[in-house]
Structures are given as C-alpha cells and as structure tokens.
C-alpha cells in the first residue's frame, strides 16, 4: 500500500509505502505484525511510515472477546487459534514495550502521527508541513497499491533488526 502526500504551500511532495513489517518476537514462526499509520519524522523531515501501538485495555479487550467467541470454532479449523497466538502474542509484545512509537525508516521517537491509516483521508488535510516556509498544510493525495515490496524485521522496541526474513519461518 502506498500513500501520496503533498503540500498547500511549496513543491514537497512524498509517496509513502507501507510494505510488510514483521517484530521478531521469538514465539511466532513468521513474526508479529507492525501496525503503521502515516506520520511526520522530525529527524528524516519526510511523510513517513510510523508505529502505531495500540492501547493496552484494547488489546486485553480484544483477547478477551476472542477467548469467549474461540471455543465454538476450535472444532471447524485451525483459524481461531492462530488468531487467539496472534492476540497473545501482541499483548505480551506490548506488555514488554518500553519506548514509544518510532519511525519506520529511522528508528527516531521524535514523530507525529497525521493519520490512522484505516481511515479514508484522500484530499484531506493532515496538519500543518513543519518544513514549510510558507505556513502549507499536508495533504493526503491518494492511496494505491503496490506490487510486494519485501519484509522489513523489526526487534520488539521498534529498531529494525539486520537479518534476512528467512530466518523467521
């Protein structure tokens, strides 16, 4: 998935991807989800890709609801139970997480979230473009889809991790 920002007030203009971004939490085969949104990194000074962490007694909620609603399913398939690993798995990852959220390009906190990335934003404005001279606003562009970027592989803090995704699965 990529996302087009420009701004109101100069020439800047930035396509942002979202491409597959996994955390390496150890007891899962193929790695954690990174839930993103897209952001504005005051160390890249770009629209970037940042982390979203969801909120704890979100995460315990959603547990909650799947333990109640996995019992009637576990007979028919396996799907229940790996979402039940995955909900798991990401409540201990965010029971751990100490620092919070980072840019998905270099790793720095000092970050702004403009928009949820679940919700349609096309040709709205997202706040104001910090490197603007002239006081533009950003604005979403578009959204499109593009053709599989690769897997980036994060440690459980946020920082990318240097190994190939192989050694995931």
Known sequence: MMQST???GCDYKRDVYFSD?????????FGLP?????????TCRQCVAVEYIPDLT???E?????????????????????RLVWAESRLQWRLRRKSP????????TD?????????????????????????????????????????TV????GLQKNVDATELG
């Not at 971004?21 to 085969?29: E, M, S």
Request: glycine fraction near 12%.
């Open 6 to 8: 420009r701004c109101s």
């Open 34 to 42: 990174v839930l993103a949104n897209l952001g504005w990194c005051f």
């Open 111 to 151: 970050i702004r979230e403009l928009s949820n990335f679940h919700k349609s934003l096309d040709g709205k404005t997202l706040g104001e473009h910090p490197n603007c001279l002239g006081g533009g606003k950003l604005l979403l562009d578009g959204t499109g889809f593009v053709n599989y970027l690769g897997m």
């Open 21 to 29: 971004r996994v955390y390496d939490v150890g007891n899962l085969k």
């Open 58 to 60: 979100q995460l315990i």
């Open 101 to 108: 959220a980072r840019c998905l390009e270099c790793g720095s």
């Open 154 to 157: 994060y440690v459980a803090e």
């Open 62 to 82: 959603e547990l909650a609801d799947l333990r109640r609603n996995t019992e009637c399913w576990q007979e028919e398939n396996d799907l229940p139970n790996f």
